[in-house]
């Protein structure tokens, strides 16, 4: 049996699959930016059902936010070790995932928009990345954090609209020594950005809002897409939530700087799922020719 694993900073998505088989599971997000190996294995050991088939996974392999240097691999790698501990691990970055995922035979350029952001270029054999993630406080570009950190500041600085504004406060009982402890003081501070994505979501008909997200995507293209040479020959496909939500305003930003508008996913665990069960049969008729 094999385990296929696609982690964001929120929500971790995960597949078993057998010759008989396939059963999904959920956990939360693991990202080795912000977690350590023992958060890893119990991340993994709160899902009772997924934990409990441990012993008869084969092989990992684990695409994650954050899984971008040996260094980082190896805390998601050990953790991982401390529950399957009769498996080959493959550790991997979400980038991976993404480009696997949307890959449809041809060059193209892959993205994620959730709970952060990225891009990178995939021939069908090579990913590259043109320029690094920087994560939430200085990157980010067009993510729920993003979003989230813009809402915020704007509350803050007394410029939303007078309805956001008393929603935000009133509804929701914000204000600045409740944002400045989860922004500043407490763990997963892009997680708690990320999350008022339902609440901008919700009052989307608002023109501050929709423009809001349009210029976030614009800033996510101007930074992410635009870095590559001749990226106006290839498509573009964008897989995460937010990318999701938003289709029509990703599509116009796109239009606005001639870009190709290729799939967008809402996750791609099941494109990692279709390749790698690919990869099992080819292996399986390797193995019969050589036998």
């Known amino acids: 049996m094999i385990l296929i694993a696609d982690s964001g900073s929120t929500k971790s998505d995960w597949v078993a699959i057998s010759q008989n088989s396939t059963i999904r599971y959920s956990t939360v997000g693991i990202n080795p930016y912000f977690h350590d190996e023992e958060f890893v294995f119990s991340a993994i050991k709160d899902n009772q059902s997924l934990y409990s088939i441990s012993s008869q996974i084969e092989e990992v392999y684990f695409y994650g936010a954050g899984c971008s240097s040996e260094k980082l691999n190896s805390i998601v790698l050990r953790g991982l070790q401390k529950v399957f501990t009769q498996a080959e691990i493959h550790v991997d970055h979400d980038l991976s995932a993404c480009a ?51 809402l915020l500041a704007d509350f803050l600085y007394n410029k939303l609209p007078e309805n956001i504004h ?66 106006t020959k290839y498509k573009v496909h964008f897989i995460g939530s937010i990318a999701c939500l938003f289709q029509k305003e990703l599509d116009q930003a796109c239009q606005f700087y001639n870009v190709t508008l290729g799939q967008v996913i809402k996750k791609p665990i099941d494109g990692l799922a279709d390749y790698h069960m690919k990869m099992e049969l080819v292996k399986i008729e390797n193995n019969e020719r050589i036998n």
């Open 100 to 150: 696997l995922a949307t890959y449809q035979g041809e060059p193209g350029i892959s993205c994620i928009i959730g709970t952060g952001s990225n891009s990178c270029f995939y021939d069908g054999t090579n990913i590259f990345e043109s320029i690094p993630a920087l994560g939430y406080i200085l990157g980010d570009e067009g993510s729920g954090a993003y979003f989230g950190k813009k």
């Open 166 to 231: 008393f929603s935000l406060e009133n509804d929701l009982g914000l204000d600045k020594e409740k944002i400045i402890s989860n922004v500043y003081m407490k763990p997963g501070a892009n997680v708690y950005l990320a999350s008022f994505m339902p609440f901008i979501f919700s009052h989307f008909d608002d023109k501050y809002i929709s423009n809001m997200i349009l210029e976030g995507f614009k800033t996510f293209i101007d930074t992410h897409v635009r870095c590559y040479q001749d990226y």
